[in-house]
DNA sequence: CGATTAACGAAACTGGAGTCCCATTATGGG
DNA sequence: CCCATAATGGGACTCCAGTTTCGTTAATCG
């Protein structure tokens, strides 16, 4: 007896344990970019990871806690960060990569179906938070630079600039059928660099005309 | 016989069949905003819209159609505009309205639900993309004000200012647990009309540093 | 390497979402 | 005002997503 309320695959995490997970995310990336998050069906990913389908509900359960864990994993890869020495040199390079991951249409699809779970439960929503939380951190320091090198008021919260360049796409994506091109991406990258340098992102201010 | 196609309510669209309408987006709306997108099922919406559930799936059959149903109807019921005689001005004026609905739980939650529906079926998507197309051009014509006073260069994208207020207030409400307060609604105006200042909405120019 | 038992997987089972049928209601045209 | 029939509504029915059961496989510890 004792305890015995550990969760399944936390207690032999190696081997075959650690395969399954891989495997299933892998096959929920592939059906969330396909089928998007509605009509998606767990019996369907557990047949694509080829993985028994009672393995799919013991360990995950729901299409939203499943998309919570493939969180945790998109996390866990990171993209390395250019450096071009300018603020705006580093936000287009940014703007790029996150215009490239939304354009492509399988990526672009996971996301949009990522961020459906995520309005659906609270777990999930933390998860995503989570990650874009990564990868605002990963890319601050190229507005800190800037400060440091006077381009931008000192007080500006770096980390709504960074926002600020993946906001204008995010919603393009989301409200627009417009195509998700270049000239967006760099659009919204002199958006932000123009803003940061006239202050409009001093924290706990809000700023001056 | 003959053409036996048309759709159940576009025969005779009075009476009751307007208000079982009516009665029925109201009860979307409402489980929307409690349940999530997710786990809704159309049996519920029914008995909230006091309606035989055999009607609702006959005319709306999905979730998602319904939804873009729900849009239409929003899309038809307009917000009035204020104007205030500054470019910065009339962006708070719509930062805040933003924010405000956002911020507000039901409305707020009724819009993740709506954004979630409309990553899963084209319809529906294109019902939002309706949506907010309407939403900018009743918010354009403050840009162009701010154009022919001389605060805003020549050639920019009109809309695409409008957006840019609310893109940071959208990315924030789906990607980040922070609260949509009007320090972030003020930030998102500054910050638009500071990038439109700048130049950096010229339309089919990447503008210049 | 062998024992223990965590984790998996096949198959049978179940509940409720979505469909079908037909009687009832009430709209819109004459 | 009346008729033809569009549209609704209750209830029976179906089918499959999700659960339960139990035998099999393999991870971890000694």
């Not at 998606?40 to 995950?60: F, H, N, P, Q, S």
């Not at 779970?117 to 800037?146: M, N, S």
């Not at 417009?178 to 409009?200: I, P, T, W």
Request: charge should be neutral; proline fraction near 3%; charged fraction near 25%.
């Amino acid at each position: 007896m004792g305890a015995e309320g550990a969760d399944p695959g936390t207690v032999r995490p190696g081997g075959r344990t650690a395969r399954v997970r891989a495997s299933v995310l892998r096959a929920a990336g592939d059906a969330l970019a396909e089928h998007g998050f509605a009509h998606l069906d767990l019996a369907d990913i557990a047949r694509r990871a080829e993985v028994g389908k009672t393995t799919v509900y013991r360990r995950w359960g729901t299409v939203t806690s499943l998309v919570a864990d493939l969180l945790l994993d998109m996390a866990e890869q990171s993209l390395p960060r250019t450096e071009t020495g300018s603020l705006l040199g580093d936000l287009k390079a940014n703007a790029r990569l996150v215009q490239r991951t939304l354009a492509d249409p399988r990526q672009g699809a996971l996301f949009k179906a990522v961020i459906a779970a995520a309005t659906c439960e609270a777990r999930t929503a933390e998860a995503l938070h989570r990650f874009y939380d990564i990868r605002v951190k990963e890319w601050a320091p190229c507005v800190q630079q800037a400060i440091d090198r006077g381009e931008v008021p000192e007080g500006t919260d770096v980390h709504e600039v960074i926002r600020a360049v993946s906001a204008p796409l995010y919603y393009r994506l989301l409200t627009s059928s417009d195509r998700l091109d270049e000239a967006a991406a760099d659009q919204a990258a002199e958006a932000a660099a123009a803003a940061a340098r006239a202050g409009a992102y001093l924290r706990g201010d809000e700023g001056r005309a």
